[in-house]
């Protein structure tokens, strides 16, 4: 099929939740994907994050294809082989004390089954969230995210959800009370516009959960999987949440979702949770390559090392357009003067797709095995794209 006509097929059944740009991407390679005409784009999008290995990695491809053929469904009522070496090869890169886990679909499963699982191991009902957090769609994690054009046309949410601003101690403490079940924040907050958290928030965030008997949920959806230079975002910081939400890039793009759980959380009660498709072997094999390949490639260490890099040739950039560049590894955002639509086409137009985060916010999430050389490229096309005058 050619792009107008896969594109005219697909608008015409499409929902219409998503403002979609006009391009039919049907082919990847590490770091690059082709349109249906052929033209080829730099991946600064990275499957919103789901993409850390990039496209095609041989290890997941080998992965899929051969637990395809052998089992693809087996709910948890069956203990299977995959699901075993994935649940022990996953507690062994949590951050102390995660080591139960269970298995889900999507960031915002893993989300809704932490902030079930606090509130039964708590008896208590309030969460206190953070501005600015993006946390999912569904009913439960949406009550946590903070964007009003998500949350609005559903009202009424969950009620017991609180919200303070991001890196505000103080805030936090008075919005805690008796009936606080947990405390639920990004350590980097990627969909909010890539705003790093403060290690003194976040440590004094553990220590007032601590002290009042709620639990901290950390959502580390975007954040996980090497992405920030670290494993987990969490180990920069030196924290150990009683929840952590992964998702995305865990199953080296297929669809999976997992919410850890630590020891001041209470086991749940039996029948009390579940998903038909959590933990099936399929996603299970791809996750255990997945962990393989961050490990034998040493993905984080090559965040850390290209996302430091990219910060600093950026923050290079002398462009009356820009007001501010920060990042963690990987996880980078340029904070415009300008909205960033029309940047965001200038780059695609020179052969690179990014991300917004928020209506004024460059994001850039590439695939962790990106060449240095397409960084390169990547920061070029956004110094021609922001008529950078000079560049240092
Ligand atoms: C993407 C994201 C989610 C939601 O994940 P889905 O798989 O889209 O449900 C939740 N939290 C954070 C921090 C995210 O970036």
């Not at 009902?125 to 949406?142: P, W």
């Not at 290690?199 to 959960?209: D, I, N, S, W, Y």
Request: hydrophobic share 45%; aromatic share 4%.
């Amino acid at each position: 099929m050619d792009q107008q006509s896969i594109i005219e097929l697909e608008a015409r059944y499409t929902s219409g939740v998503y403002p979609k740009r006009p391009l039919a991407i049907v082919r990847g390679q590490g770091a690059r994907v082709w349109d249906a005409d052929g033209n080829e784009y730099i991946d600064c999008v990275g499957g919103q994050g789901a993409a850390n290995l990039g496209h095609a990695h041989p290890a997941i491809v080998s992965a899929v294809a051969e637990q395809a053929a052998r089992l693809i469904s087996c709910p948890e009522i069956f203990y299977n082989d995959r699901r075993a070496q994935l649940l022990a090869a996953l507690a062994g890169v949590a951050p102390a004390g995660l080591t139960r886990i269970f298995l889900c679909n999507s960031g915002t499963e893993a989300v809704e089954a932490a902030l079930k699982l606090a509130r039964a191991s708590t008896g208590r009902s309030g969460i206190v969230a953070a501005m600015r957090g993006f946390h999912g769609r569904t009913m439960g994690a949406l009550s946590a995210t903070w964007n009003r054009e998500y949350r609005q046309p559903f009202e009424p949410l969950v009620p017991g959800f609180a919200h303070v601003p991001f890196n505000d101690l103080a805030a936090l403490e008075r919005a805690l009370s008796d009936n606080t079940a947990a405390v639920l924040l990004e350590a980097v907050q990627g969909e909010g516009g890539v705003h790093l958290g403060e290690p003194a928030f976040l440590r004094g965030a553990q220590e007032l959960c601590r002290e009042r008997g709620a639990l901290l949920i950390i959502d580390e959806v975007q954040t996980g999987y090497g992405r920030t230079g670290c494993f987990f975002a969490s180990q920069h910081y030196g924290i150990e949440p009683d929840l952590m939400a992964v998702a995305k890039s865990m199953a080296g793009g297929l669809p999976m979702g997992a919410c850890l759980i630590g020891p001041r959380v209470a086991p749940p009660p039996a029948h009390s949770h579940g998903s038909t498709f959590g933990g099936n072997p399929l996603a299970c094999a791809a996750a255990l390559a997945t962990l393989q390949v961050m490990a034998g490639e040493d993905l984080p260490g090559r965040a850390a090392r290209l996302g430091a890099r990219l910060l600093e040739r950026l923050q290079a950039l002398r462009s009356p357009l820009i007001r501010e560049v920060r990042g963690l590894g990987l996880l980078v955002g340029i904070e415009l003067k300008t909205k960033v639509t029309p940047i965001l086409q200038g780059l695609q137009s020179r052969g690179v797709l990014a991300l917004p985060a928020g209506a004024t916010v460059l994001r850039l999430l590439p695939p962790l095995v990106i060449e240095e050389e397409d960084l390169e490229r990547v920061v070029g096309a956004i110094a021609q794209t922001l008529e950078v005058r000079r560049v240092a």
